[in-house]
T-cell receptor, first 109, second 113 residues
């Protein structure tokens, strides 16, 4: 079993829909990152969380440390949100990043 | 623009060959991290250097090696290349030894034929 699991693996949506991507992890963590990877390959950090909730524009990320779970929400989705979203946790014991396998999102107009 | 620079962006080479990937970290960052992203395995941590010294090792093959130079740029050397080494190789950097803030380069696409 992977230490970081994401769901769903693939997601399609119509423009304007509310989207949720989930991440569960089994290790102790210092922080959790949500990353966005566009088709060209580049990776951008969206959020770093250690507790609670963060919001940036139409993106909201939450984390529940007790339940070892995080969610990334996209409100009013747009075709330019189409990308792979990757959850990565910073292991408390090893100080190394462990990555989920990513969620491929396609938003259609 | 993350400030992390990787070269080359694309590379095609034959099996058995050796290649070198280069990374310049963000100004002021002392740590450099190398990651491999293949289609079937996702992102995997390879190795970290901090201020010229190897800091942590992940799933790096013995055919691969890295170093960080006094000017803090880093090189990842891949030798005796196999078809399965075809992947996107990312470099990232941070100021300290712990990757609290992630800045990735654009990646180097390696295709082994």
């Amino acid at each position: 079993k992977n230490e970081v699991e994401q769901s769903p693996q693939n997601l399609t949506a119509q423009e304007g829909e509310f989207i949720t991507i989930n991440c569960s992890y089994s290790v102790g963590i210092s922080a959790l990152h949500w990353l966005q990877q566009h088709p060209g390959g580049g990776i951008v950090s969206l959020f770093m969380l250690s507790s609670g909730k963060k919001k940036h524009g139409r993106l909201i990320a939450t984390i529940n440390i007790q339940e070892k779970h995080s969610s990334l929400h996209i409100t009013a989705s747009h075709p330019r949100d189409s990308a792979v979203y990757i959850c990565a946790v910073l292991s408390y014991n090893t100080d190394k990043l462990i990555f989920g396998t990513g969620t491929r999102l396609q938003v259609f107009p | 623009d993350s400030g992390v620079t990787q070269t080359p962006k694309h590379l095609i080479t034959a099996t058995g060959q050796r290649v070198t990937l280069r990374c310049s970290p963000r100004s002021g960052d002392l740590s450099v991290y190398w990651y491999q992203q293949s289609l079937d395995q996702g992102l995997q941590f390879l190795i970290q250097y901090y201020n010229g010294e190897e800091r942590a090792k992940g799933n790096i093959l013995e055919r691969f090696s890295a170093q960080q130079f006094p000017d803090l740029h880093s090189e990842l050397n891949l030798s005796s290349l196999e078809l399965g080494d075809s992947a996107l190789y990312f470099c990232a950097s941070s100021f300290g030894t712990v990757q609290n803030t992630i800045y990735f380069g654009e990646g180097s696409w390696l295709t082994v034929v």
